[in-house]
């Protein structure tokens, strides 16, 4: 065995979950591989270190403060979300209104009147184009179950 299959057991030996046979190899190589031994003794360190680690649970209070916080950015969410549709649907509906308005407004010229049903009609067939391609990568994505 080489070296780089018995840094595989250093773990299980300082454990003491080898076998009597894998112990013993393990030990007959330690005492002629001066690096490995060394590497053993930096494991010892830290086992031991490890070993003196304390689970400490938090204060209630502190508990208190991260849902406290966790309900506030949940509510900063919401209230962003609620403020953004709102705002969408009152953009729309007001440049609807002005379209309307500039449509039947006897005093604009055709020219312009058309060039607004144009830039709605190239804005709307956009629109389409980009949420269809979208649905389609979206539905085709490799990679959409993945958990982030």
Known sequence: MTCHNYKDLMMGYLDNELTDEQKKQFEEHLSGCPECAGELEEFRKLKAITDEVTLVEPE???WQDYWNSVYNRIE???GW???SV???LLTIYGGF???EDIIKDATVGMLLKVGLLALIAGLAILFVS???ERLHFWQKDRYKDVRR
Do not use: E, Q
Request: no cysteine.
């Open 86 to 88: 709102a705002a969408i």
């Open 60 to 62: 209630d209070r502190i």
């Open 97 to 99: 209104k002005l379209i």
């Open 130 to 132: 980009v949420l269809r």
């Open 81 to 83: 979300i609620v403020f």
């Open 76 to 78: 900063r969410s919401v």
